[in-house]
């Protein structure tokens, strides 16, 4: 199957920093998301996103299909945004929406 | 809005207990999952079901069972609740992906199970 490699796994950062966040996938895929899990344990939609940029406010992401990753901004962190993010893949070829998670991204973000 | 409701977001369960976690989604999807999640082990995919009545097992489905009589509700079923069974149980849901973002995944809040 399809594997997902997240990267850092940590980051820890001050509020009011940018960051960077990357999930490689080893093959094609026709779905790609990331999710943030709050504290609370729910995991909240950030972008669908298999190919191209969308932003949404300070969040942005970047898909590059063909050389297989995408990658996560956060700019001017704040505390809010700790927690786990994760990207999540659908492989070509798989039936009935099965994503395929990457072992996520916990951001700390001090005060 | 979309929304996955789960039914409970906190239980306490003993060994040996028959434990029903319920999951309704209001999106008209055709499919829905039922995930586990643990500390260092990621998201793990129990089962899942792509229409009523049927199922499909995940990576994971040794010691469960689901049901989907409707197709809004599908329903997870631990028939005799073990220790090691004591996790976070994720439900979600997406439609058939034709058109796009019609494949997106939406999660519930998730119900966290203690077995004593």
């Known amino acids: 199957g399809i594997q997902v490699e997240q990267s850092p796994p940590d980051l820890i950062l001050q509020e009011g920093a940018n960051s960077t966040l990357r999930c490689n996938f080893s093959?094609?895929?026709?779905?790609l998301q990331w999710f943030h899990q709050n504290p609370w344990g729910q995991l909240i939609n950030l972008f669908y996103?298999?190919?191209g940029t969308k932003q949404n406010g300070r969040l942005s992401a970047t898909t590059v299909a063909t050389e297989r990753y995408s990658l996560l901004y956060i700019s001017s962190s704040q505390t809010t945004d700790s927690g786990v993010y994760f990207c999540?893949?659908?492989?070509?070829?798989?039936?009935?929406?099965?994503?395929?998670f990457g072992q996520g991204t916990i951001l700390t973000v001090h005060p | 809005d979309v929304k996955v409701t789960q039914s409970s977001r906190y239980l306490v369960k003993r060994t040996g207990e028959k434990v029903f976690l319920e999951c309704v989604q209001d999106?008209?999807?055709?499919?829905m999952f039922w995930y586990r999640q643990d500390p260092g082990l990621g998201l793990r995919l129990i089962y899942f079901?792509?229409?009523?009545?049927?199922?499909e097992k995940g990576d994971i489905p040794e010691g469960y069972s689901v049901s989907r009589e409707k197709k809004e509700r599908f329903s997870l079923i631990l028939e005799s609740a073990s220790t090691n069974q004591t996790s976070m149980y994720l439900c979600?849901?997406?439609?058939?992906?034709?058109?796009?973002?019609?494949?997106?995944?939406?999660f519930g809040e998730g119900s966290r199970l203690t077995v004593l």
């Open positions: 079901s792509y229409d009523v009545k049927m199922k």
């Open positions: 999106m008209d999807h055709e499919n």
């Open positions: 999540a893949v659908r492989q070509l070829g798989t039936s009935y929406g099965k994503l395929t």
């Open positions: 093959d094609s895929v026709n779905n």
């Open positions: 996103i298999p190919s």
């Open positions: 979600a849901s997406t439609g058939t992906a034709i058109t796009p973002n019609t494949g997106e995944l939406f």
